[in-house]
């Protein structure tokens, strides 16, 4: 890949807004490069992480009582996997695939994000560099995810096989859908979870396989000509996203930025081979209240020359720099939230203009 972003702001997918017409809105105007489509957690349980990704998922449960979903896996589930995967294997075999999959579509009872922008983006009438879209991550989904039992699903191989697929393809249904609006769409797989790779909850998850999930999902958005990206808001192994072949890393570069720079030769590997990082420098915690453009571009000028340290040249680094939120706004006030988006348009605008870009 030779893409350079040079400092392009877009952000992660969720905002605490109820009209999705006014996050679109907000959306456009402060990542006019790379906007996203909103998810709004706020107008119900069907817009949260896990469940908004959950259509198409044989046995999945959705209580909206208990206002939560789980994978009923007592019931006798062959023949829904026959035609799931039926479903998949029409789609997605690269041989004889069709490409479509629309069958595994998230529908507006789902997100009202998708149409909004959609919509906004069939007036606007003109194509965007990027278009930035997203799906939960197979681990987080399968770590969150439990069974009738309670028991995270992840630990049931099976039904782990026909998540990663179900979330394969609506990576490439989004992709689909955006084409018309943007030279390049990128595909964000949020796996928040894997900042807890390695502790004591998750000993038997192997590397391995994330890696192995990791790669099953950037192959499909690559088959549909997307650009692929993992976001991780703590702290991580962060080899395990350079060796998944990843084109994007996105990361909380305000509270673990200098975690990067421990993972040098893996950095200046990814960097090589024409990846890109997103420095989630803008905060989503309480410290938004105090930061301002030039306390943001310090902190963004200090993790990146304790990357470039590590003997890799800064150009590449600001040339293969985006610039994004630390998280997801969802659960923030809706004042802070615009603070957020304020700050990583005035961020962009002003590295674009300090570097010459």
């Known amino acids: ?14 905002m605490p807004f109820t009209d999705p017409d006014y996050a679109v809105k907000v959306s456009l105007e402060r990542l006019p490069e790379a906007p996203i489509w909103p998810q709004l957690p706020r107008l ?39 035609g799931f995967y039926e479903t998949y ?26 149409p909004a922008l959609e919509k906004a983006l069939k007036a606007k009438g003109a194509k965007l560099p990027f278009v930035k879209v997203q799906t939960t991550g197979p681990c987080s989904f399968a770590l969150t ?8 699903i992840y630990y ?12 394969a393809m609506k990576c490439r249904w989004q992709i689909a859908k955006f084409k018309p609006y943007a030279q390049n769409i990128i595909c964000f797989i949020d796996e928040p979870i894997l900042s807890a790779f390695g502790s004591s909850t998750y000993v038997s998850v192997k590397r391995e396989d994330v890696v192995a999930l990791l790669q099953e999902m950037i192959a499909a958005v690559h088959a549909e000509g997307g ?30 930025g200098e975690t990067i720079s421990m993972y040098g030769a893996h950095m200046k590997k990814h960097l090589a081979r024409g990846g890109l990082l997103a420095w989630g420098v803008v905060p989503t915690s309480v410290h938004i209240h105090e930061a301002t453009v030039e306390s943001l571009e310090a902190q963004l000028e200090k993790v ?3 990357l470039a340290a590590q003997g890799i040249d800064k150009k590449a680094i600001t040339e293969q720099a985006l610039i994004t939120p630390s998280c997801g706004t969802g659960s923030m006030d809706a004042a802070d939230a615009e603070k957020v988006f304020l700050m990583v348009s005035e961020l962009s605008k002003r590295m674009k203009a300090k570097y010459g870009y």
Not at 1 to 14: E, P, Q, V, W, Y
Not at 145 to 152: F, L, M, P, T, Y
């Open 1 to 14: 890949m030779d893409l350079k972003t040079k400092f392009t702001g877009t952000a992660i997918g969720s």
């Open 44 to 82: 119900g349980i069907r817009e949260q992480m896990e469940v908004q990704y959950s259509e198409g998922i044989p046995s999945a449960v959705i209580d909206e009582a208990k206002k939560r979903m789980f994978i009923d896996t007592s019931v006798d589930y062959s023949e829904l996997f026959a």
């Open 89 to 114: 294997m029409t789609a997605m075999d690269p041989d004889s695939g069709t490409g479509d999959c629309s069958a595994l579509a998230i529908s507006p009872e789902f997100s009202k994000g998708i």
């Open 145 to 152: 995810i439990v069974d009738e039992n309670k028991r995270a």
């Open 156 to 167: 049931n191989e099976e039904f782990r096989d026909v998540i990663v697929k179900a979330l």
């Open 227 to 256: 650009i692929a990206g993992i976001h991780c808001c703590g702290n991580t192994e962060w080899s395990i996203l350079v060796d998944s072949g990843v084109d994007i890393i996105n990361f909380d570069a305000f509270e673990y």
């Open 304 to 306: 990146m020359d304790k």
